[in-house]
Nanobody, 122 residues
Framework: QVQLVESGGGLVQAGGSLRLSCAGS????????VGWFRQAPGKEREFVAA????????QYADSVKGRFTISRDNAKITAYLQMNSLKPEDTAGYFC???????????????WGQGTQVTVSS
């Protein structure tokens, strides 16, 4: 079992940057792939990025490629989402999730955080 807590959201102007953090609990975090998802009001949740347990593999949604970077530091039991060149359409609640298993990329995630809000003003 792993618990996840997101932080780092906030209000930023278009073109700005934010770094989201996803703090896990326990050493087992290093065995989990981590994904970031987002959900805007009235819209379905969408995949943003994912990173494998050891950090060797990453995956991005086309809408964020070249602007967002996912990373992790297993010693700190934390995953990150660096978001650059933010656009108003990036405004959403951002959630991290963890998946225990060897399949890459994961088809589903077992544990979810409560989310952090990102608002990008034009």
């Amino acid at each position: 079992q792993v618990q996840l807590v997101e932080s780092g959201g906030g209000l930023v102007q278009a073109g700005g940057s934010l770094r989201l953090s996803c703090a896990g609990s326990g050493r087992a975090f290093r065995n989990y792939a981590v994904g970031w998802f987002r959900q805007a009001p009235g819209k379905e949740r969408e995949f943003v990025a994912a990173i494998s347990s050891a950090g060797r593999s990453v995956q991005y949604a086309d809408s964020v490629k070249g602007r967002f970077t996912i990373s992790r530091d297993n010693a700190k039991i934390t995953a990150y989402l660096q978001m650059n060149s933010l656009k108003p359409e990036d405004t959403a609640g951002y959630f991290c999730a963890a998946h225990l298993g060897t399949r890459w990329p994961p088809l589903e995630y077992d544990h979810w955080g409560q989310g952090t809000q990102v608002t990008v003003s034009s």
